[in-house]
T-cell receptor, first 115, second 114 residues
Framework: GAVVSQHPSRVICKSGTSVKIECRSLDFQATTMFWYRQFPKQSLMLMATSNEGSKATYEQGVEKDKFLINHASLTLSTLTVTSAHPEDSSFYIC???????????FGSGTRLTVV | GESVGLHLPTLSVQEGDNSIINCAYSNSASDYFIWYKQESGKGPQFIIDIRSNMDKRQGQRVTVLLNKTVKHLSLQIAATQPGDSAVYFCAVIPFPNSGYALNFGKGTSLLVTP
């Protein structure tokens, strides 16, 4: 089946630094990549939607200059958390979708801890 | 916007019993519904899905029921096993074939006791 490889699985960074999270669709072309954030014991909250070759669309309240999303190819999307702060500590999950196919394939998530 | 909620935040069942997890949605135009299982520290894992033109769909030990009249969705797990312990989310697409992101419910934590 479709697989999205997400790396790193966990990362600890110092406050003020930037962290990049990668999601690769291994056996399908992810024309759309969704990025979610999940705080402990909460549901997945959509941060942004990116279509290959286009600028990402951010949900209300999500700072586009802080959470930089790049979707330059059909198999790779990245989320960069810039100038990270402790409140950015969360579980970040990507999900790839292939065109009009309703299938949504999730990555394994990245646990970000900002100290 | 879409409102997706779950009736019970936690559910404890004994091993071997059947589990029922419920979900309500608000948008009657919703077309596609998915149940996901999420284990601690992992991404959501697809369990089963159903389109709005169906009211029941069965998989291996799981059944999803859709009641469009009352906008209610349920996941039934037969003969629940310890490995079923996880958080379960229902997810909804508000409109069909639109590229919309999945809208997730709050989640129900299922605990299977021996």
């Amino acid at each position: 089946g479709a697989v999205v490889s997400q790396h790193p699985s966990r990362v600890i960074c110092k406050s003020g630094t930037s962290v990049k999270i990668e999601c690769r669709s291994l056996d399908f072309q992810a024309t759309t990549m969704f990025w979610y954030r999940q705080f402990p014991k909460q549901s997945l909250m959509l941060m942004a939607t990116s279509n290959e070759g286009s600028k990402a669309t951010y949900e209300q309240g999500v700072e586009k200059d802080k959470f930089l999303i790049n979707h330059a190819s059909l198999t790779l999307s990245t989320l960069t958390v810039t100038s990270a702060h402790p409140e950015d500590s969360s579980f970040y999950i990507c999900s790839g979708a292939q065109g009009a196919n309703y299938g949504y394939t999730f990555g394994s998530g990245t646990r970000l801890t900002v100290v | 916007g879409e409102s997706v909620g779950l009736h019970l935040p936690t559910l404890s069942v004994q091993e071997g019993d059947n589990s029922i997890i419920n979900c309500a949605y608000s948008n009657s135009a919703s077309d596609y519904f998915i149940w996901y299982k999420q284990e601690s520290g992992k991404g959501p894992q697809f369990i089963i899905d159903i389109r709005s033109n169906m009211d029941k769909r069965q998989g291996q030990r799981v059944t999803v029921l859709l009641n469009k009249t009352v906008k209610h969705l349920s996941l039934q797990i037969a003969a629940t096993q310890p490995g079923d312990s996880a958080v379960y989310f229902c997810a909804v697409i508000p409109f069909p074939n639109s590229g919309y992101a999945l809208n997730f419910g709050k989640g129900t934590s299922l605990l299977v006791t021996p």
